[in-house]
């Protein structure tokens, strides 16, 4: 079931930070990196973020989420988190399929680093094509898509 969550409510910011830390440490494993900037978020920033979240629940437990930006007919996907104990579920396709519908935009954008080949092909499932590479002060070399 995929629902709006509320992130400026503690418990549910909790969730969702949870996630995210699950999530990005296996992506930060899978980039070779480090020091990734996602780890870095707390739940107080969830918290006090204005991005819209969605999560995927199964069995009334939160599996996933996805983090969006709509700025005029501009959809920006922030964030795309899925628990490890919810991998190769096809859950992510879910929710980016699901934010694809239910929102009115002309363009999509998303952004990924070079080496997260499983969510370059996931975005391309969807029609995304790269159009931008990047590297930030991070050093982490990513990847701009848009559909």
Same mark, same amino acid.
């Given at each position: 079931m995929i629902k709006i969550l509320n992130n400026s409510n503690k418990k549910e910011a909790h969730q969702i930070f949870t996630i995210f830390q699950h999530s990005y440490k296996i992506e930060a494993q899978l980039i070779g990196s480090l020091d990734f900037p996602p780890l870095l978020r707390s @739940? #107080?920033?969830i918290q006090n973020s204005k991005t819209l979240?969605?999560?995927?629940s199964e069995n009334a437990c939160l599996a996933a989420v996805i983090e969006i930006v709509i700025e005029? #007919? %501009? %959809?920006?996907? $922030? =964030? %795309?988190? +899925? $628990? *490890?104990h919810y991998f190769k579920k096809g859950i992510a396709n879910k929710l &980016? =399929?699901?934010v694809l519908e239910i929102i009115d935009f002309s363009d @999509? &954008? +998303?952004e990924t680093a070079v080496a997260n080949i499983p969510a370059i092909h996931l975005y391309k499932k969807h029609g995304f094509v790269e159009f931008k590479r990047?590297? *930030?002060s991070h050093g982490i070399e990513k990847l701009a898509m848009l559909v």
């Open positions: @739940a #107080k920033n979240f969605y999560g995927f005029g #007919k %501009l %959809l920006k996907i $922030d =964030s %795309l988190t +899925v $628990d *490890p &980016i =399929s699901y @999509a &954008i +998303v990047r590297t *930030p």
